[in-house]
């Protein structure tokens, strides 16, 4: 019963950890570009 998880966390794995980082490279950069326009907005600079 334990083979067939271990196999199924060990193909899942990378793919899991590849959405992981996509959505935290989009997330960060999502953030900065939010918060550079609020700063243009209001700043002006």
Do not use: C, N, S, Y
Not at 9 to 22: D, L, N, Q, R, S
Not at 28 to 38: H, M, Q, R
């Amino acid at each position: 019963m334990f083979e067939p998880q271990d196999h199924h966390i060990e193909k899942t794995g990378p793919k899991e950890i590849g959405w992981f980082i996509v959505l935290w490279i989009l997330g960060v950069a999502g953030a900065g570009a939010l918060a550079w326009a609020i700063r243009l907005i209001l700043g002006g600079w």
